[in-house]
């Protein structure tokens, strides 16, 4: 099992900046790759942004050149840091991190809201 406590959010104006937190706890070795994922009000829960133990990040398109990704194993933690947010990045934010073997697991931090707002 894997526990992921999330920190960082909060209200920011638009074309500010947040960096959004997620430390590991438990069988932290059995992570294969962490992402982050977003749900706005009224729609689905969707990848921002993956980071594989390859290093291969991926990042939604909209979100690309804006956010990145980046991850302290010494720390167990992993980030997301969002600059030049826009109000359409509001959402509750949610850290993930994966294990695929034996089976996949996905395990989830609690989320928390970002607002873009003036």
């Known amino acids: 099992q894997v526990q992921l406590v999330e920190s960082g959010g909060g209200l920011v104006q638009p074309g500010g900046y947040l960096r959004l937190s997620c430390v590991a706890s438990?069988?932290?070795?059995?992570?294969?790759?962490v992402a982050w994922y977003r749900q706005a009000p009224g729609k689905q829960r969707e990848l921002v942004s993956a980071?594989?133990?390859?290093?291969?990040?991926h990042y939604t398109d909209s979100v690309k050149g804006r956010f990145t990704i980046f991850r302290d194993k010494a720390k167990s933690t992993h980030y997301l840091q969002m600059n030049n947010l826009k109000p359409e990045d509001a959402a509750v934010y949610y850290c993930?991190?994966?294990?695929?073997?034996?089976?996949?697991?996905?395990?989830w931090g609690q989320g928390t809201q970002v607002t873009v707002s003036s």
């Open positions: 993930n991190a994966r294990s695929d073997y034996p089976i996949r697991r996905d395990y």
């Open positions: 438990g069988d932290i070795f059995s992570v294969d790759a």
């Open positions: 980071l594989p133990d390859d290093g291969a990040t």
